[in-house]
């Protein structure tokens, strides 16, 4: 057991200490009934979030890793109770003991507990959660209510508070990119940035020129009707299309088939596969070739002559290497991203970018001829506390974009929380859609109708979202009754892509992240430091794919018929935002291109979750400077990003 523990730490960039780390390890998978690999995905999850370094597994982190797998389990078990909901210790003592805001499951080390008895606490809990009875149903013995919607009146009105309104930190600023440049970006002279707030609402926003170049799944499509070889289709184009753009644009000859044998080198393409039900590990690596030249046969992959590799389901690669036998292809090296281009031609259909249209009725709006200086704040949901559905993040959220006048406001679900207690427990007295429109859409209207016709907002579903279609790719919202006169406000598909003035962003609201993150087998050299988030992030743009992982873990709907002209990446873009449950941030994604043109670069930013269980989480605000003839010298080195805790 200690071998093979030792073994899959190894094979996932882990170095145990010491002996006594490797026995302590192999207490835990004994005490909590886990295979080696199950602890090693757990090391992982607790190594991203607590923002540790090194790769070692050091002893003094084993007792707070110990908690971690408790809280984990916990919440497992919590997901399988699907018609009552508990409260643990753990949530009293953070409903009463903290006053921050902050999540300290994330943090390292955890903050000291409080010395009150849990009967107390208890006690205090079921104080301040207290309403009338006539707004609840009735109660379960042993179990704490929630307040409903009813109560939502009383938590606006202040009684009682709740403790997110308690929260002492609001909106510090926990990182920054180039925080040198200036944080008012303005034409103007450097002394209008200290107007009055009261001045600076008499100024309009400045309209922009927001044009969508993907809208993901158009409404009206029949999903989840795809058949077998619809997959079988979409697989297939991937690996031809890769092995066409490697074969132009670097000039190598792409052998079709990758289980011949031969005792010549050979450059091949095809995908990553697992040879069994478990997680991928360097032992298990198959490659997949196509099913036109290879008659989607597999090979084994040997990676031991590689330095380094990061490797996941559905990857699509070209590998440099030998296959004496046709059984084993030996590696030597590993092309895994597709190299890009400011024009790409992968989709031949998709229009050029100034013949696209704009999802406005006003119609397409000319490229302005000089870029101007642009403004964002991001967010991603939840946008409720878990303890009530007054949508206090959201009204802070809108309070800061009022006093910033940000150019565009992206908003990305889910609004309509599935996994929220009151949702799953059916204690809401209205309509999910309902729910939206009164809570969510109000707001929004009274912003843009605030802020002037020049303020701009996104809308990104997400299969959260239970008053939407639980499918990804996802088609736009259908808001009947948005209010919305100077088209202001545009749905966007998930994922989806979109320009503002000469800035492509593209977004996505499943994690996938996380989802990569724990199907990656990767290796880097010892005593070398690798920014494995950075690494994740990187392979959305190297494949050109906003989900490139196949199959897709259980929970995510993923209809692949559907994602040649939805899941595709149609151009270069130079922000992606991608909001995952992982730690808040901000990475600069090199790629590269042919010899005779520069490297290109997109900034990845995860903005977190508005709300983190009761309390505040992130959201992120952007500043770009305008853009000067050669944009590529200057991005992302223009750009000012914060990520603001609420």
Known sequence: MEQELVDE???????????????????????????????????????????????????????????????????????????????????????????????????????????????????????????????????????????????????????????????????????????????????????????????????????????????????????????????????????????????????????????????????????????GEGHLNDKSVLLQGSVEYSSGHRVRLDLNMLERFSLFPGQVIGVDGHNPSGHCLVASRIVDSIPMSVKDDLLESQAPQAKRQVLDDSGPLAVPKASKALSMVIAAGPFTTSDNLAYEPLVELLDFARKKQPNLLVLMGPFVDSEHPQVKQG?????????FVEEVGSRIEEYCEEMGSGARVVLVPSVRDCHHDF??????????????????????????????????????????????????ASWVPAGTSSDRLGRIASHIIGQRSFYPLYPAPAGVPLDLSRSPEALQLPQQLDVLVTPSDLSPFVKTLSQ???????????????????????????????????????????????????????
């Open 471 to 520: 499918v990804f790719p996802q088609s736009p919202f259908v808001v009947p009754g948005l209010k919305d006169p100077e088209h202001q406000i545009t749905l966007l598909g998930n994922p989806g892509v979109f320009s503002l003035n000469e800035l492509a962003i593209g977004c996505c609201t499943v994690d996938v992240l996380r989802h990569l993150s724990s199907e990656e």
């Open 9 to 275: 730490f190894a094979a996932n960039s882990f170095v145990l200490e010491d002996q006594e780390v490797t026995k302590q390890c192999t207490s835990l998978c004994a005490s909590f009934a886990l295979k080696p690999a199950e602890l090693v995905s757990y090391w992982e999850l607790f190594y991203l979030n607590s923002r540790l370094e090194g790769g070692r597994v050091l002893g003094s982190q084993l007792d707070y890793f110990r908690q971690f797998i408790q809280k984990e389990q916990r919440e497992a078990f919590r997901r399988k109770q699907t018609d009552f909901h508990f409260y643990s210790q753990d949530d009293v003592d953070m409903l009463l003991a903290s006053e921050t805001g902050e999540d300290e499951d994330n943090q390292f080390p955890p903050a000291k507990t409080p010395t009150k008895t849990l009967q107390d606490m208890s006690k205090s809990f079921v104080t301040q959660m207290d309403i009338d009875d006539g707004s609840m149903g009735p109660k379960t013995p042993g179990s704490v209510n929630m307040p409903s919607l009813k109560s939502k009146s009383r938590l606006e009105n202040g009684s009682p508070a709740t403790p997110f309104s308690q929260r002492s930190t609001k909106l510090k600023v926990q990182f920054v990119l180039n925080k040198d440049l200036p944080d008012m970006i303005t034409d103007e002279p450097t002394e209008m940035a200290s107007e009055d707030d009261v001045v600076r609402r008499l100024r309009p926003v400045e309209y922009t020129n927001l044009q969508v170049s993907n809208v993901g799944l158009k409404l009206g499509t029949r999903f989840m009707f795809d058949r077998t070889e619809e997959k079988f289709n979409v697989l297939e184009k991937r690996i031809k299309n890769y092995a066409e753009i490697l074969a132009d644009r670097e000039g190598l000859a792409v052998d079709n088939q990758v289980s011949v044998a031969s005792q010549e080198r050979t450059f091949v393409v095809g995908m990553v596969c697992c040879d």
């Open 592 to 646: 590269p291109v042919r010899e005779s043109q520069a490297g290109l670069t997109t900034l990845c930013i995860n903005p977190g979750r508005l709300a983190k269980g009761m309390y505040g989480g992130t959201f992120t605000e952007m500043l770009a400077n305008p853009m000067l003839n050669d944009r590529k010298e200057q991005w992302p080195n223009n750009a000012k990003v914060s990520i603001i805790r609420l």
């Open 427 to 435: 204690a809401v007295d209205r309509t999910f859609q309902e729910i």
